[in-house]
């Protein structure tokens, strides 16, 4: 293949997938595996970008899960990552580019292979698939789990411990995006997954001392929005011609054949709306609410689900609780900032509700905030445009407001707050209003949308829930509220 090919359809043809996704096993010392990691990439941010990459290489995979119990070489790309990812902080902390960069490249190959195997198979059958060597009958079973376990327990300590700079910016992301993919068995199977052997790794064993820390990074993931660095950044600067991406290590393998990966070229720009937006904080986000909603093991509860209920604002001083081996401090005001600005994704809604009902300190904070138009603003204009929300976002906003109502204290304080011109509420010109008056008036108007539209009596009960929550503490109402109420 030559080092200008550009078309996404020959990565079918490629020599090096060829190799690995064929009949013969690659030992994990094997040269091949520097050629086959030896390509420039940008980790695709969107739907379609991927969709584009799993169809190019759908013939690749099938072949692959195929010929893998004969081969391993699955696991061999495994253990060639994990040897690799031994010297990554030291590489990070010396800009050893091409070390991070490699590493990067076997866990996307890995990540790309595992949504098919997953997708494909139960997780009896990809705990065989992950490593076959020539044994004695009935030997090899437990390293097969080891490996699992050892990978799960590998992108976690990535996570928490790789510090977040624009070389190591991809490869972090992939970790998250990876541990995403292991949860995805989920999806497949009609049943709850009760027994999960991926759920086990993670909730017992190796990965259990991670669980504060790896749920207070994903959380930080997403207070901080890190931004993507410009494209070409995690592997060094590009030459004055545009070119020279790749350092020299079988440049010639790769350079055309993988930078279809880019959809566009590693010298490619961003699209505005892909500037504005974190890929690590989003898929950060994601990684905590699955993790948050594992089901709990027969005799464990949830790990993850005990540090979100417990975790406590660095202001605070008392002991943690004994009983809760998984608490951890972090800062209250930086994730209130970043709840606040967050709120037009559902899932950054769906972290709000879940912080707001399962996590007192939490909740507690945030009801003594002096600025709570900041959090109930957003969440107002998500039922405005209810119309243009989904179900499950409009619904978890009311019921953040029903648990904001059940406060007294939020109740009188919210009509003391004077609000200037509110631009997105359209019926009326708003020069000045209290922010009691305007939640009036976005719960009243959601009913009535629902009365003529949706008709859904769920909807309908929570919005008089809340105006019920406040009608003790109705004061100074503006006179178009009241005049709606009646």
């Known amino acids: 293949m030559g080092a200008n090919s550009s078309s996404i359809s020959e990565l079918p043809e490629n020599e090096y997938l060829k190799k690995l996704s064929g009949a013969e096993p690659i030992s994990e010392n094997d040269p091949f595996w520097n050629q086959l990691l030896s390509f420039s990439f940008t980790t695709p941010t969107n739907s379609a970008d991927l969709k584009l990459l799993e169809e190019a290489t759908v ?3 099938k072949s692959l899960v195929e010929k893998n119990p004969r081969t391993g070489n699955l696991g061999s790309l495994i253990k060639v990552f994990l040897s690799r990812t031994k010297e990554l902080k030291i590489s990070a902390e010396c800009q050893n580019h091409l070390f991070i960069w490699q590493a ?3 866990l996307f190959i890995i990540c790309c292979l595992l949504k098919v195997f997953i997708s494909q198979m139960s997780e009896e059958e990809l705990q065989l698939h992950f490593t076959y060597e020539d044994k004695a009958p009935g030997s090899y079973g437990t390293e097969c789990e080891d490996l699992i376990e050892e990978l799960l327990c590998c992108l976690i300590q990535l996570i928490v411990e790789i510090p977040l700079l624009d070389i190591t910016y991809s490869i972090s992301l992939e970790a998250v995006t990876t541990l995403i993919v292991f949860l995805s068995c989920q999806l497949f199977r ?9 759920h086990k790794h993670l909730m017992r064993g190796r990965c259990l001392p991670y669980t504060s820390r790896l749920v207070k990074t994903l959380l930080y993931n997403f207070i901080r929005q890190e931004r993507s660095p410009p494209p070409g950044t995690h592997v060094f600067q590009q030459q004055s011609d545009g070119g020279g991406l790749l350092y020299g290590i079988a440049s010639g393998v790769a350079t055309g054949l993988w930078t279809v990966f880019t959809l566009g070229g590693v010298g490619s720009k961003p699209t505005p709306q892909l500037e504005q937006c974190s890929p690590l904080a989003n898929q950060s986000l994601l990684l905590l609410l699955v993790l948050a909603n594992l089901t709990d093991a027969p005799d464990t509860p949830n790990p993850y689900r005990q540090a979100i209920m417990s975790f406590k604002n660095t202001q605070d001083s008392t002991a943690f609780s004994s009983s809760n081996p998984h608490a951890f401090q972090i800062n209250f005001n930086s994730l209130y900032t970043a709840l606040c600005e967050q709120q037009k994704s559902d899932q950054a809604t769906l972290l709000l509700y879940m912080l707001l009902h399962q996590n007192g300190n939490v909740r507690t904070y945030v ?4 600025d709570i138009e900041n959090l109930v603003l957003p969440i107002l204009e998500i039922l405005y445009h209810v119309e243009e929300r989904n179900s499950h976002h409009v619904y978890m906003a009311l019921i953040i407001l029903l648990i904001l109502t059940e406060d007294d204290g939020f109740n009188r304080s919210i009509h003391e707050v004077i609000l200037k011109n509110i631009t997105w509420y359209a019926e009326r010109v708003l020069t000045e ?3 009691g008056s305007l939640l009036i008036l976005v719960v009243i108007r959601t009913i009535q949308y629902n009365m003529t539209r949706t008709r859904d009596k769920y909807l309908h009960t929570n919005c008089l829930a809340a105006l019920a929550n406040m009608s003790a503490q109705f004061r100074s109402l503006h006179q178009y509220a009241a005049q709606r109420i009646i």
């Open 433 to 435: 209003i209290s922010l």
């Open 190 to 198: 009609k049943e709850i997954l009760r027994e999960s052997i991926i």
């Open 104 to 106: 990067h490249n076997a």
């Open 367 to 370: 009801l003594a905030r002096t």
């Open 59 to 61: 013939s690749i995979c």
